[in-house]
């Protein structure tokens, strides 16, 4: 149980254009879903913080019109990297909290983003 | 000064070694602490919680000082499959779902 799966694995873009990443918690409702961007060698920086039905909370130095997230549905949040450009280039992580997991994150397998 | 600091190693070391992390943090408020396993490109992983009063599983010991604000890992009897970056988390004072993760050491567990 508690399987969180991305889509897709891994993406590579032209600079300017945007880029869509999926997050779906795949056994469980996930009443907060949380967005993770790892550079290499670095520890995984939250980026937001998403409810269901609800706006994100970003965190601090994180562009929200640049990082969009949509939480429409209990099992579904997605990413939206828009005018990609290559210093956005990085592992995004996503992970997933469900009513009964006492309040243990489940993550995703990630989404390696590369930007040319 | 970062909330969650850890040295970044390499750990090298031989199959059967016991070897030692450490990790401090910052935030005396921090509530919750964990260790993680991140293999190279996947996700993380949790390996154990961490309690004051120390805990074990398996060859995996984890300890937790509140007044230095010190978490250690001990691995006992290294595996070569024990090869991978440790993570040390904490959870914030203000949230106990935020988690807040450390860069990592890393393991090689030589044959």
């Known amino acids: 149980g508690a399987v969180v799966s991305q889509h897709p694995s891994w993406v590579i873009c032209k600079s300017g254009t945007s880029v869509k990443i999926e997050c779906r918690s795949l056994d469980f409702q996930a009443t907060t879903m949380f967005w993770y961007r790892q550079f290499p060698k670095q520890s995984l920086m939250l980026m937001a913080t998403s409810n269901e039905g609800s706006k994100a909370t970003y965190e601090q130095g994180v562009e929200k019109d640049k990082f969009l997230i949509n939480h429409a549905s209990l099992t579904l949040s997605t990413l939206t990297v828009t005018s990609a450009h290559p210093e956005d280039s990085s592992f995004y992580i996503c992970?997933?909290?469900?009513?009964?997991?006492?309040?243990?994150?489940?993550f995703g397998p990630g989404t390696r983003l590369t930007v040319l | 000064r970062k909330e969650v600091e850890q040295d970044p190693g390499p750990f090298n070391v031989p199959e059967g070694a016991t070897v030692a992390f450490n990790c401090t943090y910052s935030?005396?408020?921090?509530?919750?602490f964990f260790w993680y396993r991140q293999d190279c490109r996947k996700e993380p992983k949790l390996l154990m919680s961490v309690y004051s009063s120390g805990n074990e599983d398996g060859r995996f010991t984890a300890q937790l000082n509140r007044a230095s604000q010190y978490i250690s890992l001990l691995i006992r009897d290294s595996k070569l499959s024990d090869s991978a970056t440790y993570l040390c988390v904490v959870t914030p004072g203000d949230s106990s779902y935020k988690l807040i993760f450390g860069s990592g050491t890393r393991l090689l567990v030589r044959p």
């Open positions: 935030n005396s408020a921090s509530q919750s």
């Open positions: 992970s997933a909290v469900g009513r009964s997991s006492y309040n243990e994150q489940f």
